[in-house]
């Protein structure tokens, strides 16, 4: 194919409740079919990702924020689907085994995932998950934005009275507010309190918009906050006005300008689940439907212009990680990162052409299928087939 991306010519853009609704049941069924293959039961532990080698797709590693991010993922679905995942274990056994683990070195997006499954779970067990995020201080700790959001999320998403904490979820939601920027409506990596890298200070990677615009949603609809549901109104627009020609979710922004530093890699997380969660949450929060958007983010996920394919690859039933540069590490980034800083309009010339997008990430992880379940949980009265 030639390194340079060829667009296609006007793509149908189907409706949200056929084409959107048909795609999302056929990942949560993968998504369901790939954790079964992900968990360990008698560790109680989800891996860290399967990755493609010579021997075969193979399970490795272990990750307590993925494990938790599942567990959110799960809880919205019927419990039949949950055993079948967990190996006949409950949803609230891999809690608990998850509240048992957070520790004082704890980072706090495990504290914070952890705390979120709990709640969303209703978990007996839930205010020792809150007591370590209090201690972790989201409202003023040095953490990533994307952090910060999910603390404040684990405190407002799911409406019920286990283990809240009121005015934490303000004290965050006010700081992540803070770290708006208001004319050009991204969020930055680290919070506005916390001194950012010199060289990439100003690089802002799509979690720093999608997580900020979830919790900001939720956030509005527990405080009745104008303020907060504005921001991400603001973000999610942003967000969809700078999506790719094919619909990808483009990786690294400029928050000084609003535009878009470095494209790749696109991951297949952010157009099957990540980017599709926020703007749902925002409409259930505001009304306002990027349905458009959404759809296209799915279109490229099945049929991705870069690698000619999809990464949903239906012979080994998994959604491998990205499509990204054939480059030395992660060269094009960092040079890109470093050019932006010397002046905003500055680019590596010709990235495209010398280190073509066509690699596949041959690794999928167990957060990515969790956020698929999470995704499209209001849409499905029952499990989807896995068979």
Known sequence: M???????KNPAVPKL????TQQASELCGVAVRALVRMYDPEARAFCHCIRRSDKGDLVEGTSIRYAATVLIGL????????????HGQSADELCSALIARLT???ELGEIALTLWAARALNHADAALALQALRAAKPQSCEAPTVEVAWSLSALVADAND??????????IADRLMRSFNDETALFKHVPFDVNPSTMRGHVACFAD?????QALSF???FANDSMALAAAKRCGQRMCDGQGPQGQWWWHHDVRTGQCIEQYPVYSVHQDSMAPMALLALKKASGVCHAD????????LEDSPEIDGSLFDKKADLIWRKVARREPGKLVRGLQATASKVHPSLRVPAANTIFPPTYIDYETRPYHMGWILYAWSDRFASAPKTS
Do not use: F
Not at 17 to 20: V, W
Not at 75 to 86: D, G, K
Not at 209 to 213: D, G, N, S
């Open 162 to 171: 286990n283990a809240r904490d009121d005015d934490l979820a303000n004290q």
């Open 104 to 106: 004082d070195d704890s």
């Open 219 to 221: 956030y509005y609809q």
């Open 2 to 8: 030639n390194t340079a991306i060829q667009p296609k």
């Open 17 to 20: 409740d056929t084409y959107i």
């Open 293 to 300: 958007a959404i759809s296209r983010g799915l279109q490229w």
């Open 75 to 86: 809880a919205e679905h019927p419990e039949s689907l949950v055993r079948e995942v967990l």
């Open 209 to 213: 918009l999608v997580y900020p615009i």
